[in-house]
T-cell receptor, first 113, second 114 residues
Framework: AQKVTQAQTEISVVEKEDVTLDCVYE???????LFWYKQPPSGELVFLIR??????QNEISGRYSWNFQKSTSSFNFTITASQVVDSAVYFC??????????FGAGTILRVKS | KAGVTQTPRYLIKTRGQQVTLSCSPI?????VSWYQQTPGQGLQFLFE???????NKGNFPGRFSGRQFSNSRSEMNVSTLELGDSALYLC?????????????FGPGTRLLVL
């Protein structure tokens, strides 16, 4: 069965600190997709990134970077120089065959000024 | 392009009533998925519709149903509401032509059952 674990329930940082959100997944499939979504207080889930199981190339996009390691089944997300506007709940999600997303429990990120 | 829209945004019902939620996908998207978000269970998949047909279904009782229209708009219905149905209901759309596509979410409908 699919499973996504976000062990960090809540993280608090001071503005400009770097912060890494952890995600560990379980799947028996060899082809799968991993996602990160952000949920601000308004409630809407905002898509951040998608990675295929066969693409382990890590990426940096502005202040965001992602570290995908199949050997440890991890898909971690880092925000450098955090800002107050980054405060939100961040969800890691797994998709196997079909269009069903399985979400982790989410990590609450609080960035204080 | 306009994003996914959901109506109504907020809803208050009493136990035993039924409720219908609406979702309009991004223009050109043909797949609509529904998710329930509660503090206790987190985000859970309800079902997915593509070309007016349910293509995938989560583990929810039959009180939860949905449908999709020819213009890809989707509705979700919950009958005989229970207190535990209080949740944020999120709708997501994707192109739908292939599986495992990125889903884009709407703002959600917050349902409170009293």
């Amino acid at each position: 069965a699919q499973k996504v674990t976000q062990a960090q329930t809540e993280i608090s940082v001071v503005e400009k600190e770097d912060v890494t959100l952890d995600c560990v997944y379980e799947t028996r499939d060899t082809t799968y997709y991993l996602f990160w979504y952000k949920q601000p207080p308004s409630g809407e889930l905002v898509f951040l990134i998608r990675r295929n199981s066969f693409d382990e190339q890590n990426e940096i996009s502005g202040r965001y970077s992602w570290n995908f390691q199949k050997s440890t089944s991890s898909f971690n997300f880092t925000i450098t120089a955090s800002q107050v506007v980054d405060s939100a709940v961040y969800f890691c999600a797994l998709m196997e065959y079909g269009n069903k997303l399985v979400f982790g429990a989410g990590t609450i990120l609080r960035v204080k000024s | 392009k306009a994003g996914v829209t959901q109506t109504p945004r907020y809803l208050i019902k009493t136990r035993g009533q039924q409720v219908t939620l609406s979702c309009s996908p991004i223009s050109g998207h043909r797949s609509v998925s529904w998710y329930q978000q509660t503090p206790g269970q987190g985000l859970q998949f309800l079902f997915e519709y593509f070309s007016e047909t349910q293509r995938n279904k989560g583990n929810f009782p039959g009180r939860f149903s949905g449908r999709q229209f020819s213009n890809s708009r989707s509705e979700m219905n919950v009958s005989t509401l229970e207190l535990g149905d209080s949740a944020l209901y999120l709708c997501a759309s994707s192109g739908g032509t292939t599986s495992q596509e990125t889903q884009y979410f709407g703002p959600g409908t917050r349902l409170l059952v009293l």
